[in-house]
């Protein structure tokens, strides 16, 4: 019996990168910004990687928006699982209405976004923003005029905290840590389709790609793991010095 191929793909520092971290030059252009500008590039080997998975079934699994993913330059035509798992998109790009009911039924969150804005609004620079797609809010993230991880490491010591007593999920995104609600996750969106797309989960060998902790919870549900050799989850295992 020949055995379905599908692989769960995280895409920034997984198969581009962005601008800062390699010499544009010498690489393809992956993704664009909002006024069209070159933003990501993916090297040969990413290439390479994506090639051998020609023939599978390959679903992004990634923070980026609609918007964002709209201006990825890869050619992903399948199921894409987006906002940090707040979104699932079928392959025509339509909203998975199911999903979105999940997502959309989520507690309120105005008391906890008053609770960050008397914590952080008084000291300057930082702002308290909704996590939200068009089915409703689904987490908070906090920013920082300055922008960047070095600007908001306060606010993610203090987010990676709140996030514990809540029981919500914690995201240290760079220069935006997040905190997202239970039931909503990359993790929970994988299993979703998962349950959809291979029921029969003897009849499909399952590879995950990723490059971060934050990934680990979707890669788990799979048969085999690839990961970039300097990322931070091998940093994580050691295998980075």
């Known amino acids: 019996m020949t055995l379905g191929t599908l692989l769960l793909l995280d895409l ?40 051998r998975f020609r023939d599978a079934l390959v679903v992004p699994v990634t923070g980026r928006s609609e918007a964002a993913m709209g201006r990825v330059r890869l050619p992903f035509s399948s199921y894409r699982v987006l906002d940090h798992g707040a979104t699932v998109l079928y392959p025509d790009g339509s909203r998975d209405k199911v999903w979105d009911a999940r997502v959309g039924a989520g507690e309120d969150l105005t008391e906890l976004t008053a609770e960050l804005e008397a914590r952080f609004s008084p000291m300057a ?28 490491a306060q606010a993610a010591v203090a987010l990676r905290e709140r996030a ?9 995104a760079p220069g935006a840590p997040s905190l997202v609600r239970p039931g909503v996750g990359k993790r929970e969106a994988c299993v979703y389709l998962l349950e959809h797309l291979c029921p029969d989960r003897t009849r499909w060998v399952v590879f995950g790609a990723g490059d ?3 990934d ?26």
């Not at 068009?134 to 960047?148: D, M, N, T, V, W």
């Open 212 to 214: 971060a902790l934050s």
């Open 216 to 241: 680990v919870p979707f890669l788990s549900l799979c048969d085999f793991v690839v990961m970039p050799g300097q990322s931070a989850l091998m940093q994580a295992l050691g295998g980075v010095e």
């Open 12 to 51: 920034d520092d997984t198969v581009m990168l962005s601008r800062r971290k390699l010499n544009p030059a010498e690489h393809t252009v992956s993704a664009v910004d909002a006024a069209g500008e070159a933003l990501c590039h993916s090297t040969a080997q990413h290439l390479a990687l994506l090639e």
């Open 164 to 172: 514990s007593t809540l029981g919500w999920s914690f995201l240290n």
């Open 125 to 152: 620079g930082y702002r308290v923003l909704p996590l939200e797609t068009r089915a409703g809010p689904y987490g908070l993230c906090i920013k920082h005029a300055e922008r960047g991880p070095e600007a908001t």
